[in-house]
């Protein structure tokens, strides 16, 4: 059998999130590779690589958060400048894959834009993705090329493991959510409730009952994502007229669009802990309720094993 040749790795990133690719580099112990990045006077994005990616190994790190499309055509020609380049395999290593909320047909005459994305980036020239909570698993079926996909359980997990809560209930926001709300509960041993909700338009939602007994316990609140927080909020607010004491919650993207960060404020809510797949706002930043937790050194063990081409499974602890 002919030994693997190992071939060099280069990580490289647009201005989606430069703050995590460099702590992911510092972990790797490699250095960011040099990109040009920039626009044309009409907005267009112009960009060269600088480096000798020839035969190379490549990830390139792009979270596709606000601005979405800049964010996600900026990594479409990162991909294609890179192909051109004649790396030998190339990654895109998207912390939050934007448009994955689109991900089925439950109206007529709707896109299914999950699966477009899917198609652009394979188009564009990637070898393989690595994700990170993926708000719905089936999108890694949507590609013909290797998907891996990460969960910030070994993050958010150890994290309320060493606040040591009392009385602790995990809560799916929603019974889509509730298969990873039982691993976030399995990993912690705590009992498991959900929240029944009608959602009556996209920005609209009704809380009607709670499944599961919350009655004088503390309740964390798990989902992938929080956008506007109405969903987070009104379940917070449920969970109290049903007895609850404290509500906590976690998410992996914390969005924070709109008004969130002033909802969250003024919620029952004691805490919400997010990570930093996508830059926060200056609001939530400075909102003393939101922690951010990093997904670097996660990211930076996936991106090794894959380099290596060793097991990215030991990462789902």
């Not at 709109?258 to 809510?269: E, F, G, H, Q």
């Given at each position: ?203 609209v939602v009704e809380v009607f009952n ?108």
């Open positions: 059998m002919k030994d693997h040749v190992r071939q060099p790795l280069w990580v490289f990133t647009g201005n989606a999130h430069p703050a995590l690719a460099g702590e992911i580099c510092g972990d790797l112990g490699v250095p960011l590779g040099g990109i040009n990045v920039d626009r044309f006077p009409d907005g267009e994005v112009r960009l060269q690589v600088l480096e000798n990616v020839r035969g190379a190994d490549v990830f390139v790190i792009q979270p596709t958060c606000r601005p979405v499309n800049e964010n996600l055509v900026e990594l479409l020609i990162m991909l294609d400048a890179l192909r051109r380049a004649s790396a030998d395999r190339i990654t895109a290593v998207m912390p939050y894959y934007g448009y994955a909320r689109q991900d089925r047909k439950d109206r007529p005459r709707v896109p299914i834009s999950a699966k477009l994305v899917a198609d652009v980036l394979t188009s564009a020239g990637a070898d393989r993705v690595l994700a990170l909570d993926l708000h719905a698993g089936q999108i890694q079926g949507y590609f013909d090329i290797p998907v891996d996909h990460l969960y910030a359980f070994p993050v958010t997990v150890g994290y309320f493991r060493r606040m040591r809560l009392k009385n602790l209930a995990v809560v799916s926001p929603d019974p889509g959510g509730v298969e990873r709300a039982r691993a976030f509960a399995k990993r912690l041993r705590v009992p498991l409730a959900i929240i029944d909700k009608r959602r009556e338009d996209a920005h709670v499944i599961g007994d919350v009655r004088g316990k503390t309740c964390l609140i798990v989902d992938d994502m929080i956008d506007t927080a109405g969903t987070m909020v009104r379940g917070a607010q449920a969970l109290m007229e049903k007895g609850a004491v404290r509500i906590f919650a976690c998410c992996t993207h914390g969005v924070f669009a709109a008004d969130a960060v002033k909802k969250i404020y003024n919620s029952p809510l004691e805490l919400v802990v997010t990570t930093n797949s996508i830059p926060l706002s200056p609001e939530a930043k400075e909102c003393e309720k939101i922690k951010v937790l990093s997904v670097g050194k996660l990211f930076a063990q996936a991106i090794r094993s894959i380099h290596e081409e060793t097991s990215v499974s030991k990462l789902f602890v």
